[in-house]
């Protein structure tokens, strides 16, 4: 009997580099802002060549763990940001075909526990920068751009009060599918603007006594109107979303 082997993956060195170097970033040896040693210094530690130094800078700076500074040529560690991550996890639910019932249901189980944690855990400055977002909603309501992105904004502000990262890393990419799925309906439905301004002032409500309950109904509510006014449009849920 033949036993048969698949032949060894060779790794690039670039990227071996790059796993050096990112291992470090992520056991936090090298903290955010600290400046690497130059192209030069490191090719001469890895004993590779400048080029492939280069290569793997280039692959950490597109995962976000090392950028540029302005006026320096030196890469510093950076933290990647949460909106550029969350854009590649939309992204890849394009790709895997998601609908509009995949977000809304998706929606409907995180937002209502979320925004009831921000009631009870949110700063004064959270409960600012939420009556801020639902106050550029009012003003933009007759852009329907604005007044989509406006929308999601709320959203953040209550993840941000929530004072989570795990939960607002996990909302972001929603909220960025939201978006196109909104902006399919919100023009189709004549009450839609007034609905979301409504389910906005109550949650504003809600935050300012720390109505736990109040925000955690009302969110549901405010999700559960978004179904309805993808019927009243007659937009079918098994809608596949597309980018912008």
């Known amino acids: 009997m033949s036993v048969e082997f698949a032949p060894l993956l060779l790794e690039p060195a670039y990227r071996k580099v790059a796993a050096a170097i990112g291992a470090r970033i992520l056991s936090r040896e090298l903290r955010e802002g600290e400046r690497l040693p130059p192209e030069t ?34 890469m510093s560690v950076s933290r990647p940001p949460q909106h550029a991550i969350a854009q590649g996890v939309s992204h890849a639910l394009l790709l895997h075909d998601v609908t509009v019932r995949d977000v809304w249901e998706a929606l409907t189980i995180l937002e209502p ?37 406006c929308t999601a904004e709320v959203f953040r502000c209550l993840g941000r009060a929530a004072h989570n990262p795990v939960l607002a890393l996990a909302q972001e990419p929603l909220l960025q599918l939201l978006e196109p799925s909104l902006r399919v309906m919100i023009d189709k439905v004549p009450q839609a603007r007034s609905r979301i301004g409504t389910a906005q002032r109550h949650l504003a409500e809600a935050l300012a006594a720390r109505d736990t309950d109040s925000a955690c109904s009302w ?16 937009i079918d849920l098994a809608l596949r979303l597309m980018d912008g």
């Open 41 to 74: 210094g490191l090719a001469r530690q890895f004993g590779v060549n400048r080029s492939t130094v280069r290569e793997a800078l280039r692959e950490l700076e597109s995962r976000g763990l090392v950028q540029r500074r302005p006026g320096s040529k030196l």
């Open 113 to 149: 526990p979320l925004a009831q944690t921000a009631a009870r855990v949110r700063s004064a400055q959270d409960l600012e920068d939420f009556n801020a977002a639902t106050q550029a909603f009012s003003t933009a309501q007759a852009d329907t751009e604005q007044a989509v992105h």
């Open 219 to 234: 969110m549901a509510r405010h999700i559960r109107d978004f179904r309805r006014g993808y019927e009243i449009a007659g």
